[in-house]
């Protein structure tokens, strides 16, 4: 029987949430928290699943997402990609705190940008902040998340 291949995966979005991470991959592990260079933090995805905008990150200079990496096995990944509508895998570096110069090859979920994005609803966006405040990410950085504006 082969063995179970586990891979880093860097949540930014609901995922954050450890609750609903451990009901959706129930190997998860969480390595760290970690920031993405590079990259920005927006609601630029129409989730069909959700009928509300969500979590999206796009290339964008001098600009950094701060997640959660979990270790998760393959196999649910493979769940996981059922719930990220739209989203394709992409492998990306990020950096852990405490090993600033030492990058990580995460799996990170990326969607195109859509226009007339409807705003995400109270709930995705108390996922997210949860999740946030629980791994403890950067001050300013929840701050920003608590800017969010919500509909529905």
């Given at each position: 029987m082969p063995s179970e291949v586990n891979l880093y995966y860097f949540a930014y979005g609901s995922n954050l949430n450890w609750p609903q991470m451990q009901r959706r991959c129930p190997s998860s592990k969480f390595v760290s928290i970690a920031k993405l260079p590079g990259y920005e933090f927006g609601i630029t995805r129409h989730s069909r699943l959700r009928d509300c905008g969500t979590a999206n990150v796009f290339p964008v200079s001098g600009k950094e997402v701060w997640?959660?990496?979990?270790?998760?096995?393959?196999?649910?990944?493979?769940?996981?990609?059922?719930?990220?509508?739209?989203?394709?895998?992409?492998?990306?570096?990020?950096?852990?705190?405490?090993?600033?110069?030492?990058?990580?090859?995460?799996?990170?979920?990326?969607?195109?940008?859509?226009?007339?994005v409807p705003p995400p609803n109270p709930e995705y966006k108390r996922l997210i902040l949860e999740g946030a405040r629980h791994w403890r990410m950067p001050n300013p950085y929840i701050a920003m998340l608590e800017t969010i504006q919500t509909g529905g």
């Amino acid at each position: 029987m082969p063995s179970e291949v586990n891979l880093y995966y860097f949540a930014y979005g609901s995922n954050l949430n450890w609750p609903q991470m451990q009901r959706r991959c129930p190997s998860s592990k969480f390595v760290s928290i970690a920031k993405l260079p590079g990259y920005e933090f927006g609601i630029t995805r129409h989730s069909r699943l959700r009928d509300c905008g969500t979590a999206n990150v796009f290339p964008v200079s001098g600009k950094e997402v701060w997640g959660a990496v979990y270790e998760v096995s393959d196999a649910d990944l493979v769940v996981m990609d059922g719930f990220e509508d739209g989203y394709h895998r992409e492998i990306l570096s990020v950096f852990a705190p405490d090993n600033g110069s030492q990058p990580l090859q995460v799996l990170v979920y990326v969607a195109a940008i859509e226009k007339n994005v409807p705003p995400p609803n109270p709930e995705y966006k108390r996922l997210i902040l949860e999740g946030a405040r629980h791994w403890r990410m950067p001050n300013p950085y929840i701050a920003m998340l608590e800017t969010i504006q919500t509909g529905g």
